[in-house]
């Protein structure tokens, strides 16, 4: 039976595998920094299982409501689109009011995701989801 430990090593060697498959980088060149995060030169990546990719996207969706186009809130909330408007001119400051305004937080989630995938919500490099040997790399920078 493997240990914590052991655990945890064999997944920073998957991940690792994942990211050199993935750039096309030597094992030399990736540095670890974190859990899941990882460092080829001053590029950043995250390596995810599918597990923690969903968990990781329905976080930073849930961070970012009050950025979501007002059609697609108004929808979700029946809040009129102009009134939503109005309350996204304080950026962050409205987050909570229209999280808690959301009628079925996980229909809501599920609908962003199939509309614009995991990794538009979790790559701030280019919005990208790319997947190797069953694990999910994603530029950060």
Same mark, same amino acid.
């Given at each position: 039976?493997?240990?914590?430990?052991?655990?945890?090593?064999?997944?920073?060697?998957?991940?690792?595998? @994942?990211?050199?498959? *993935?750039?096309?980088?030597?094992? $030399?060149?990736?540095?670890?920094?974190?859990?899941?995060?990882?460092?080829?030169?001053?590029? @950043?990546?995250?390596?995810?299982?599918?597990?923690?990719?969903?968990?990781?996207?329905?976080?930073?969706?849930?961070?970012?409501?009050?950025?979501?186009? $007002?059609?697609?809130?108004?929808? *979700?909330?029946?809040?009129?689109?102009?009134?939503?408007? $109005?309350?996204?001119? *304080?950026?962050?400051?409205?987050?909570?009011?229209?999280?808690?305004?959301?009628?079925?937080?996980?229909?809501?989630?599920?609908? @962003?995701? @199939?509309?614009? =995938?995991? =990794?538009?919500?979790?790559?701030?490099?280019?919005?990208?989801?790319?997947?190797?040997?069953?694990?999910?790399?994603?530029?950060?920078?």
């Amino acid at each position: 039976m493997e240990t914590d430990i052991e655990k945890k090593e064999k997944r920073n060697i998957q991940n690792i595998e @994942a990211l050199k498959k *993935h750039t096309n980088c030597e094992y $030399s060149d990736i540095k670890k920094e974190g859990k899941t995060t990882y460092y080829i030169g001053d590029q @950043a990546y995250l390596v995810l299982s599918d597990k923690e990719a969903q968990t990781r996207c329905e976080e930073d969706i849930k961070q970012f409501v009050w950025a979501f186009n $007002s059609s697609f809130l108004s929808f *979700h909330t029946d809040i009129n689109e102009d009134i939503i408007k $109005s309350v996204q001119e *304080h950026s962050e400051g409205s987050n909570d009011m229209l999280l808690n305004s959301i009628k079925d937080i996980q229909k809501f989630i599920n609908e @962003a995701i @199939a509309s614009d =995938g995991r =990794g538009h919500f979790i790559s701030y490099y280019d919005g990208y989801e790319h997947e190797e040997n069953d694990l999910f790399i994603y530029r950060l920078n």
